[in-house]
C-alpha cells in the first residue's frame, strides 16, 4: 500500500468522494471483516496489486483482525469507515473479502456466486442467468441479493444466519451451479470453457482468503464503476456500468439497499440449503 499519489486529481477526488459516501454502508454490512485493498497501476484500467495480509505496522486507530490458527496466523485490515478512507489515501480504489460471519471470520457470513458472460454473451444473457440461479437456489428454498459488477458479471450474495462452513458451502452451491448447468445450456461451470456464448458461474472464492469485490465498492477500470446491490425487481432496469464513482452519489441517495435486503433475509439458515 503506497503512501504517493498514484492518479490524477480528477480520480482521487472521485475515489475519494464516493467512499466518504459508501464506507458506511459497506462497514455496516460487513464489520470488522477483513479486507482487501486493491490499487492499480500507473491508474484505473491498469494493473491490480492487492494488498493481502499485512505485513507493515498501521496506525493504533487503524483496527486489525488475525485469520488462522496460533502460529500460523495472517493479519488483515478490518472493515470500518475509518480504515477504508485511511486505504482510500494510500491509494486504494477497491476493496474486496471473503464475506465471513460476524461471528468468526473463519466461516461463512454471506455465499458468493459470480457470473461472468463469456464469449460475446450479452447484459441480457447476465441477467437471464441471475434468474436462473435465483430460480435454483429458490428450489432449496433460499433467497440471495444481487449485485451487478464491473462489464458484463454480478455476484449473487447469500446471507447465512448459522455461520457454516466454508467447505460446506462451496460443496452446496457446487451442487447448485452443476444442477442449473446442466439443464440450461447459456450456464457453465467448466473452468476453462469452450470459446462460445455462455455465462460462467463460479463459486470457488467460498473459501477463507478467496475474495471477491464488495457491494459498494469501486472497480478500477477507467469508467470506475459501482458494485452496484439492484432489488430484484430492478433486473433490467438498472444496468451494469450505469453506476460509477463519478455519479454514485444519486444511487446511494436511496439508501442501503444490500443492507436493507439482508436484513430481510437475516434469518436464513444454511440448513436450507442443505435439504
Known sequence: MSSHTLYTPEVRAAVLAHYQRAAEMIAANFPLAPVEAIEYYPGPGGRAEYTASLHHPVPDSIQTVEIG?????????????????????HNAIGFASWTPSRLDPESVGFGR??????????????????????????????????????????????????????????????????????????????????????????????AVGRISALPYTLEGNEALEMMTPIEWDELGKVR????????????????????????????????????
Open 69 to 89: 490458527e496460533f502460529g500460523h496466523t495472517k493479519r488483515y485490515i478490518a472493515i470500518a469507515p475509518n480504515s477504508l478512507l485511511w486505504l482510500v489515501h
Open 113 to 206: 456466486i459470480i457470473l461472468s458472460a463469456l464469449h460475446g454473451a450479452t447484459v441480457d444473457d447476465l441477467e437471464w442467468a441471475m434468474l436462473l440461479i435465483q430460480s435454483a437456489l429458490r428450489d432449496r428454498r433460499v433467497e440471495c441479493i444481487p449485485v451487478l459488477g464491473a462489464g458484463i458479471t454480478a455476484t449473487l450474495f447469500i446471507p447465512f444466519s448459522d455461520a457454516p462452513t466454508y467447505e460446506s458451502v462451496r460443496s452446496s452451491l457446487h451442487d447448485v451451479a452443476d444442477t442449473a448447468a446442466a439443464s440450461h445450456p447459456l450456464l457453465t461451470t467448466t473452468v476453462d470453457p469452450p470459446k462460445q456464448r455462455a455465462v460462467h458461474v463460479c463459486v470457488a472464492t467460498n
Open 240 to 275: 451494469n456500468g450505469a453506476v460509477t464513482a463519478y455519479n454514485s452519489a444519486e444511487r446511494l441517495a436511496k439508501g442501503d439497499v444490500f443492507g436493507r435486503l439482508a436484513k430481510e433475509l437475516a434469518g436464513q439458515p444454511f440448513a436450507e440449503l442443505r435439504r
